[in-house]
């Protein structure tokens, strides 16, 4: 079984800054790829960055200059850096990732953490 845990999330002013983890843990073999994604009530759910096992990295554009996502392997983690936020970017952000198990591959998702940002 695997869990998938974020942290990080609260209240910021406009332009400020917050950083996101997400850590998996459980039989894992291998993290093939970490996602964040956010969603607000009401809204679709938005994929924000994508992180595969090379460290590639890739972003939607409302959020390319501002948030860098990084991993570390051996912690199981990925951090998602959010700079000069926004209003607009408050939202509840999920952690998901494409991991496989010692029994089979699966996509496994957080219970989220609410960001706030103020204006």
């Known amino acids: 079984q695997v869990q998938l845990v974020e942290s990080g999330g609260g209240f910021v002013q406009a332009g400020g800054s917050l950083k996101l983890s997400c850590t998996a843990s459980?039989?894992?073999?291998?993290?093939?790829?970490m996602n964040w994604y956010r969603q607000a009530p009401g809204k679709q759910r938005e994929l924000v960055a994508t992180i595969v096992s090379s460290g590639s990295t890739n972003y939607a554009d409302s959020v390319k200059g501002r948030f860098n996502c990084s991993r570390d392997n051996a912690k199981n983690t990925v951090y998602l850096q959010m700079n000069s936020l926004k209003p607009e970017d408050t939202d509840v952000y999920y952690c998901n990732a494409g991991i496989q198990t010692t029994n089979k591959p699966g996509s496994y998702w957080g219970p989220g953490t609410q960001v706030t940002v103020s204006s």
């Open positions: 459980g039989s894992i073999v291998r993290i093939n790829f």
